[in-house]
């Protein structure tokens, strides 16, 4: 049986695709009917902002966890890329630049649906690239979680703390969640050394062929859970025991396959060793989460709502569409009023010519007069509609950047304000704030 996982229209290539599970069924207006497979992206509507984006993943099921869903609108998806592409943050699309790589939102959302993800687990990310990915794992795993990637090209890396930085120092997600810092290394994930531990959860984001999912199954404890795209198919295996697998197809994709190794000149390939699993941590790193995560129950309730409001204006079209109409309406009204100045035949024939004359003459004059006042005052309503329309386009437009200015002003981290307000030294201060800078 089929079941519809989602409907979009495209009209701007005329076509009408509907997803049936794993085929894509695309009725083209011109040329009749087209089948091809689950594109990467493009299966929801793209957002105005990351919460639009997040809603139409949720309206079409592709999140279906609250857990998940707060990680995602945890992170702004825009901030993992670079400042030009920025408007492109919001489509259901992959998006590359040279290296640097983001699958689309609706593969990230079946992922982590995939994944089962809990706090304290160990996570394993091969092609960990911007990042992205790995610190929404890392809002749910917590302190006492693992969270390692892997990255072949060290300018990603690079990119990727980066990223990493930026949302430990700016963004309040930070403070709201107990977090688990990610981890990368440089090398190709088919080189990790032999004697590395297992990890609960892996995820691959390249594509594996069959020669190779052995390799990536003995990446994971028992009981664990792997995700990753095989032989064209996002697939998620969970290992039931020590030599027993359960698996199951999730949806049709298109990876780029991953890259093979390259092999030194003795013939051997490079070991990539992992970061270690547990580290031994030191009491005042212990005190600083403990510390923080008391006072963040305490502050239950407290933190301002996480969706910021949209302030978005009426659709531009819209709001002339009705001024254009309330102009019309007001141009027939005018109309009607001068039809009224026409005289109508005179009746009475007792006038004589020359006072015929000088009324009619008079007459023309008052309905020259009349009908200037007429296109002035008209000519006036147009330019005031116009202006009208400016000035709320102006003022629209202005609100929405006093409303962000304000929200960015006004936006309360009742954690940072309870720690500053403790009667703690200042250094003391900053090292529970992470040294963070708003």
Not at 22 to 48: C, K, P, W, Y
Not at 297 to 306: E, F, K, S, Y
Not at 309 to 321: I, V, W
């Amino acid at each position: 049986m089929l079941l519809v996982t989602t409907f979009f229209v495209c009209l701007s290539h005329h076509t009408v695709p509907v997803i049936f599970g794993q085929l894509s069924i695309f009725f083209d207006q011109t040329n009749g009917l087209h089948l091809s497979r689950h594109i990467m992206g493009g299966a929801v509507s793209a957002g105005e902002d990351n919460d639009e984006l997040i809603d139409n993943l949720k309206e079409a099921q592709y999140i279906r966890s609250d857990l998940v869903e707060r990680a995602f609108r945890a992170i702004d998806r825009a901030d993992y890329y670079l400042e030009e592409f920025r408007d492109s943050a919001y489509k259901d699309l992959a998006w590359r630049h040279g290296n640097i790589h983001l699958s689309a939102p609706c593969i990230y959302s079946e992922v982590m649906e995939a994944l089962d993800l809990q706090p304290g687990l160990s996570f394993l990310n091969l092609g960990s690239g911007t990042g992205y990915l790995s610190t929404m794992v890392g809002l749910i795993l917590g302190p006492f979680g693992v969270n390692h990637g892997v990255e072949l090209h060290s300018d990603v890396i690079e990119y990727a703390y980066q990223k990493l930085e930026f949302f430990i120092k700016t963004s309040d997600s930070f403070d709201r969640f107990d977090f688990c810092e990610p981890s990368f290394v440089v090398g190709n994930c088919l080189e990790i050394a032999p004697e590395s531990r297992q990890y609960d959860r892996v995820y691959c984001g390249a594509g594996v062929q069959k020669e190779h999912e052995d390799y990536m199954k003995n990446l994971l404890k028992v009981g664990g859970i792997l995700v990753l795209p095989l032989e064209e198919k996002l697939t998620k295996i969970t290992r039931t025991g020590y030599n027993s697998w359960e698996t199951k197809k999730i949806i049709a994709v298109s990876f780029a396959p991953l890259v093979l190794p390259k092999h030194n000149q003795n013939g051997k390939a490079r070991a990539v060793p992992l970061p270690p699993m547990f580290e031994v941590r030191s009491l005042q790193d212990l005190s600083r989460i403990t510390i923080r995560h008391i006072l963040k129950q305490n502050l239950a309730g407290m933190w301002p709502p996480p969706r910021r409001p949209s302030g978005r204006a009426a659709p531009r079209h819209k709001r002339r569409l009705r001024d254009h109409r309330d102009a019309t309406s007001l141009l027939t009204n005018r109309y009607v009023f001068m039809t009224r100045l026409i005289p109508g035949p005179l009746d009475n024939n007792q006038h004589s010519a020359s006072e015929e004359e000088e009324e009619d003459e008079e007459e023309d004059d008052e309905e020259g007069d009349d009908c200037r006042a007429v296109c002035e005052h008209m000519k006036t309503d147009e330019e005031a509609v116009e202006e009208e329309e400016e000035e709320e386009e102006e003022e629209e437009e202005g609100g929405r950047r006093e409303g962000s200015v304000l929200l960015m002003e006004t936006q309360v981290n009742p954690l940072r304000e309870k720690i500053l307000s403790l009667p703690l030294p200042e250094p003391l201060k900053m090292y529970l704030l992470h040294y963070r800078e708003k």
